[in-house]
């Protein structure tokens, strides 16, 4: 990751963008030793969270809503 000064940015605006466009490496922009903005390309993705990420994969096979067993087993568990 290359790390460039604002002034820099500035003056050679296209010219980075471009370089960062083909190259899809990140440029960090900086002034005065403290960090700005990071210009990343567009097919640059973030690594994503686990979270969500078997949404929609999975199926309902069957029924869901009657009981797993037969009454006469739920009568037994009442004693």
Do not use: Y
């Amino acid at each position: 990751m290359e790390i460039i000064n604002i002034s820099h940015l500035q003056k050679n605006c296209n010219a980075i963008l471009e370089k960062v466009n083909h190259s899809d490496e990140s440029v960090l922009i900086c002034r005065k030793g403290k960090f700005l903005a990071k210009i990343v390309p567009l097919s640059f993705s973030e690594k994503k969270s686990w979270l969500g990420c078997m949404a929609g994969t999975g199926r309902i096979i069957g029924d869901i809503i009657s009981p797993a067993e037969n009454i006469s087993a739920w009568e037994v568990l009442k004693q």
